[in-house]
């Protein structure tokens, strides 16, 4: 928004810098110039065996000493004498005369004419009193030099500090430092219009419904005031980052055709105590005058943390805090103003900032389902050109988990991608690459492996696979490869599901487990060691196995016993163990006895398919890809499995359309 003044106008700071700049360069030349001339006119070096001539000549009317000179200044008539043999050119003469002319009450002018190095002498004294002499001490420096010591020593320090301190103060006032406080410097935006609706919002219809209402009193606010209803003041806007929450804030401005203040709680929060809550006074006073429109602040939680910590406050964030609850319970709502807040962290909120009169609609945007992302894929897809191959919904069904923000990206990618193939639109190929970049990085063509390490990497990806499809209750199989990735795999099998799942059942689980553990147990089989290469796969076996104990109540042990509650289920959702150290000790045994018994599974498989594993490791290592299709065909010819009629592996593989896929590598 434009709140900035005059002074801060860079404008005009950089006009004052300059003419600041000019005037110090105007000044010091003015000064040196003064001082050269000063200078010129001065006294004239002669040699000590000349001034000692002119004292005995008694030309000298006056000696002053100084520390290390002697000034010399001729008596009239000698003066006189040397004008008239150099001739009235002489600068040195001409000034002086002026100077005898114009000199104090008229009498001769007592200015040095000449100075010669001090020499220690001691007949100088004698010679001088012979010779009628005047005497003096000490002389007083030139003009000039006065001028050019006191510029020197006294002007030019305190000038550059002062330019300095100058600088500083203004750069501390900008960024809202001591000078700025009272003044709200936070980067706060503002869009008259947003230009968003609600069709830019797919998949969150839930939040939509909740918010399509205050949209409406946002449009007439005089409709519900008449009739007595107290209008919303705030909505907490809550779910994990990049679903949405940002678009839809706007959305609703858009939608109800106000303006859209956005800023973010941490810009709020200073060194200085006072300087966040006069930033939030200053905003609810702006957003009035503005009003109707919506004020958007992201991150709440950067000032809203619940204010009773066991390790003593925080200040500045607790004034600020207690700022924007009074702000909020003073402002009138029948003008129309609501403030939309996000926070991904809503566990960690002061409850007061959810009481009835302030954030007391909780609005939750959570990742989106199967349908949610078919939705968000078509509306990023809108403004992009895509061939026939292109099926959203297979791109929907591989990416769960995936938030809005992650598929904007992924169909960003996909058309970059085309672009660098020098393709004039999309293909179903550029969408799948796109996945697999935000799934497990680009691939990474520079690294060489060995071919002892190709032959690893090989096994153990055919081991997942394989464990895979010798068991029931698994996802198939899409694609295996042992081309690296630049987010550290060097091969993976990837699989997709038939349809969304919202439950797992314990044999899922149990499965998943084995199929992790797949390529370690090939690996132990097949080159009878180990590599490092498994510890992707042992970390999620372990949450896998932890989480069913600890959460699902899936342990025969322990029974229902509820041992973990997750902390922050919106970020990373990091659990937390409720029980005591004794149980904790048991937990890690019931993992341990569960992860053993899962890798003798996988081995037997595997031991039992050793076959398969060959020719399909041989197949892969030779090929670098392979798709489920093309290992399912060797898989059944080994095992000397019919090729069924269309089964569910085959209709994922259709609607993810590997087809493409093989015909662009051609
Ligand atoms: P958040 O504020 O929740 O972190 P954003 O609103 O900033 O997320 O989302 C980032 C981007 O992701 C948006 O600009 C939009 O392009 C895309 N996006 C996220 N969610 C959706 C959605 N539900 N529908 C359409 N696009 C979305």
Redesign the pocket.
């Known amino acids: 928004m434009d709140n900035q003044n005059n002074k801060n106008n860079p404008n005009n700071n950089r006009q004052g810098w300059g003419i600041i700049l000019v005037t110090t360069l105007l000044v010091t030349f003015m000064v040196m110039g003064f001082y050269s001339l000063m200078s010129g006119a001065g006294p004239e070096e002669i040699s000590y065996d000349k001034f000692l001539d002119m004292v005995d000549d008694k030309k000298v009317a006056e000696v002053s000493l100084s520390s290390n000179r002697i000034y010399i200044t001729l008596t009239d008539e000698a003066r006189r004498k040397e004008a008239q043999e150099n001739g009235s050119d002489s600068m040195n003469s001409v000034i002086n005369q002026i100077w005898g002319q114009t000199g104090t009450g008229g009498s001769r002018d007592s200015s040095p004419d000449y100075y010669t190095a001090y020499v220690n002498d001691d007949t100088l004294v004698e010679r001088l009193y012979e010779s009628g002499a005047e005497f003096k001490g000490e002389v007083p420096d030139t003009m000039g030099q006065m001028f050019f010591e006191l510029f020197v020593t006294l002007v030019l320090p305190i000038g550059l500090m002062a330019l300095v301190l100058s600088y500083f103060i203004r750069k501390m006032s900008k960024g809202g430092g001591m000078m700025g406080v009272g003044k709200s410097n936070a980067k706060m935006y503002m869009e008259k219009e947003t230009g968003v609706t609600f069709q830019?919002?797919?998949?969150?219809d839930e939040a939509k419904e909740s918010l399509q209402e205050v949209v409406d009193f946002l449009h007439n606010p005089g409709r519900y005031s008449g009739i007595g209803a107290k209008l919303p003041k705030g909505a907490l806007?809550v779910?994990?980052?990049?679903?949405?929450?940002?678009?839809?804030a706007k959305a609703v401005a858009g939608e109800a055709k106000v303006p859209f203040f956005s800023l973010s709680g941490s810009a709020f929060v200073e060194m200085y105590v006072g300087v966040g809550a006069s930033r939030v006074r200053d905003l609810f006073k702006q957003a009035q005058q503005q009003a109707p429109c919506i004020v958007f602040i992201?991150e709440i939680d950067a000032i809203g943390k619940t204010r009773d910590t066991v390790m003593g406050g925080n200040d500045e964030r607790e004034q600020t805090l207690n700022q924007l609850l009074a702000e909020m319970d003073g402002f009138d709502t029948n003008k129309g103003l609501l403030i939309l807040a996000?926070t991904n962290r809503p566990e960690i909120l002061d409850p007061a900032l959810l009481r009835p009169g302030r954030f007391d609609r909780r609005i939750i945007?959570d990742k989106?389902d199967l349908k949610?992302r078919i939705?968000?894929l078509k509306?990023?897809a809108k403004d992009v050109r895509m061939d026939e191959s292109v099926d959203l919904e297979a791109i929907a069904l591989a990416t769960s988990g995936a938030?809005?923000?992650d598929?904007?990206n992924m169909i960003n990618e996909a058309a970059i991608n085309a672009v660098k193939h020098g393709r004039q639109v999309v293909s179903q190929k550029d969408l799948f690459e796109a996945v697999e970049v935000v799934l497990v990085g680009k691939e990474k063509k520079d690294r060489i492996m060995s071919k002892e390490e190709r032959r690893i990497v090989s096994y153990h990806e055919v081991g997942h696979a394989l464990v895979t499809a010798l068991q029931k209750n698994t996802e198939p199989v899409q694609k295996i490869t042992i081309v690296p990735r630049t987010m550290g795999a060097l091969g993976y099998v990837m699989q997709t599901p038939e349809e969304e799942k919202f439950l797992n059942t314990k044999k899922e689980l149990e499965a998943m487990i084995v199929v992790a553990l797949g390529g370690r147990a090939a690996e132990e089989l097949v080159f009878d060691t180990v590599t490092t290469g498994a510890a992707n796969d042992i970390e999620q076996a372990t949450k896998i196995a932890r989480t069913m104990i600890t959460q699902y109540g899936m342990s025969e042990r322990f029974g229902l016993m509820g041992l973990e509650s997750i902390q922050n289920k919106y970020l990373d959702g990091r659990a937390v163990l409720n029980c005591g150290d004794a149980t904790a000790g048991e937990i890690d045994e019931e993992v341990m006895r569960m992860l053993k018994s899962a890798y003798a599974e996988a081995k037997r498989l595997l031991g039992e398919n050793r076959e398969a594993l060959d020719k399909i490791a041989d197949f892969l290592i030779e090929k670098e890809t392979i798709t489920g299709k093309e290992f399912m065909k060797i898989f059944r010819e080994v095992k000397g499995l019919p090729e069924p009629e269309e089964d569910a592996q085959e209709k994922v593989e259709e609607r993810i359309a590997m087809k493409p896929l093989e015909e662009a590598d051609q």
């Not at 830019?200 to 969150?204: M, S």
């Open positions: 830019d919002v797919a998949g969150e806007l779910g994990p980052p990049g679903t949405g929450k940002t678009l839809l992201d996000a945007v989106p949610g939705d968000i509306v990023h938030v809005g923000s598929l904007a």
